[in-house]
């Protein structure tokens, strides 16, 4: 167990709907980090927040939004959601925000949209 | 911009035999280069890391090998066990204090036949 938690762990939904994906990070860590891992694309790197604050953004889909709340916990929110958004969706932890920092992984979301 | 290519793509051994995964990057500033293994179904844990000052670590079974001037660096499994048999993910960090996002390799899907 990392100490990452995310929820929930299935989701299904149909296209054109939203949904909200949710990540604790572990205990005193300040970085979150998102990534989506598909079939074809491995895993993507897509935004990351540093104490509440964007730090960096990846090839991110407009569609697709986040946030990090004062007692550090994220979330993705996904919009107008089409089939080939059905992926995993990781969030990672680390303890800064700078590189060379481990990151730790949660159990991930698994988003199929229908 | 900044890619990492991964290879081979599968690999099967028998046990006891060792295992090589290679992996080039693009950007010259990457500066850390952590592995991952993923069990299916579960999150991508950390195996082990390497930072661009040093050529090569190892962690008993597990070493990894950086060259920077080539801008490739190597996982080695030595007497791989059927407990070794995952998707193994290597990835690269631009050096900067702003942000530790990863990029990562497509996997590698490594089998090890009792």
């Given at each position: 167990d990392s100490g990452v938690t995310q929820t929930p762990k299935h989701l299904i939904t149909a296209t054109g709907q939203r949904v909200t994906l949710r990540c604790s990070p572990r205990s005193g860590d300040l970085s979150v980090y998102w990534y989506q891992q598909s079939l074809d694309q491995g895993l993507q790197f897509l935004i990351q927040y540093y104490n509440g604050e964007e730090r960096a953004k990846g090839?991110?889909?407009?569609?697709f939004s986040a946030q990090q709340f004062p007692d550090l916990h994220s979330e993705l929110n996904l919009s107008?959601?089409?089939?080939?958004?059905s992926a995993l969706y990781f969030c990672a932890s680390s303890?800064?925000?700078?590189?060379g920092e481990t990151q730790y992984f949660g159990p991930g979301t698994r988003l199929l949209v229908l | 911009g900044e890619n990492v290519e991964q290879h081979p793509s599968t690999l099967s051994v028998q046990e006891g035999d060792s295992a090589v995964i290679k992996c080039t990057y693009s950007?010259?500033?990457?500066?850390y280069f952590p592995w991952y293994k993923q069990e299916l179904g579960k999150r991508p844990q950390l195996i082990i890391d390497i930072r661009s000052n040093v050529g090569e670590k190892k962690d008993q079974r597990i070493a990894v090998t950086l060259n920077k001037t080539a801008k490739h660096f190597s996982l080695h499994i030595t007497e791989?066990?059927?407990?070794?048999s995952a998707v193994y993910f290597c990835a690269a960090s631009k050096g900067s204090s702003n942000t530790g996002k990863l990029i990562f390799g497509q996997g590698t899907t490594l089998q090890v036949k009792p």
């Open positions: 090839n991110i889909l407009e569609r107008s959601l089409e089939l080939g958004d303890s800064s925000s700078g590189f | 950007d010259s500033a990457s500066n791989t066990q059927p407990e070794d």
